[in-house]
């Protein structure tokens, strides 16, 4: 049984470059979140989205990020135009539309480097 | 808004050794609240939770008891291993529309045993 799986484990781009993180969620998993953590940080949590639909995008900054959870394939955080201060690592995670409060199930994220 | 504060670490304790690590929280209404830890390298692990006031989370051989009236949830473990170094994190959930689950993390507190 497959947990949160994550793609690229780790990438590295120049700034002004696009980034494009993969997280295909639990099987049976609808909910998927995407989080940030900074080196020496904890994680942030960016946003919130079902099938289709982005329920909650209130950590996710207002330029540069996008989120999307198609109907068919793995949910995407793209991020254009890279700067220095996006290098962190990003954590997806999945819950069951009627899972327990809180209980995330974390992929091993994905560490962007940008240069 | 939610918010966790947890010890800063390292902290650096010698095999046996009793552990602690502190938590604290502030949210409106009546949160969930857990532990995750974070091996190097790997995502976010649930280690244990709590849903109400008073319950006692426990998993391998770690214990936390949500305290409503002092609004804590401190980690506690008897006798620490090497293989319990790792970051730890504090987190309450935060139910929202759709039915998720959006976790506030604290900062994490990394714990080092040493033999």
């Known amino acids: 049984n497959a947990g949160v799986m994550q793609n690229p484990r780790h990438l590295v781009r120049r700034r002004g470059q696009e980034a494009r993180l993969r997280c295909s969620p639990m099987k049976g998993h609808s909910h998927v979140y995407w989080y940030r953590q900074l080196p020496e940080e904890g994680l942030k949590f960016m946003v919130y989205?079902?099938?289709?639909?982005?329920?909650?995008e209130s950590g996710m900054p207002k330029e540069r990020f996008s989120a999307e959870f198609p109907k068919e394939g793995p949910s995407i955080l793209r991020i254009q135009q890279v700067v220095r201060g996006d290098s962190a690592a990003y954590f997806c995670?999945?819950?069951?539309?009627?899972?327990?409060?809180?209980?995330?199930?974390f992929g091993e994220g994905s560490r962007l480097t940008v240069l | 808004g939610d918010s966790v504060t947890q010890m800063e670490g390292p902290v650096t304790l010698s095999e046996e050794a009793f552990l602690t690590i502190n938590c604290t929280y502030t949210a409106t209404g009546y949160p969930s609240l857990f532990w995750y830890v974070q091996y190097p390298g790997e995502g976010l692990q649930l280690l244990l939770k709590a849903t109400k006031a008073d319950d006692k989370g426990s998993n391998k051989g770690f214990e936390a008891t949500y305290r409503k009236e002092t609004t804590s949830f401190h980690l506690e473990k008897g006798s620490v291993q090497v293989s319990d170094s790792a970051v730890y994190f504090c987190a309450l959930s935060d139910r929202v529309t759709g039915g998720g689950n959006k976790l506030t993390f604290g900062t994490g507190t990394q714990l080092k045993v040493e033999l």
């Open positions: 995670a999945s819950s069951p539309e009627t899972g327990h409060a809180g209980e995330l199930f």
């Open positions: 989205l079902q099938k289709e639909n982005i329920i909650d």
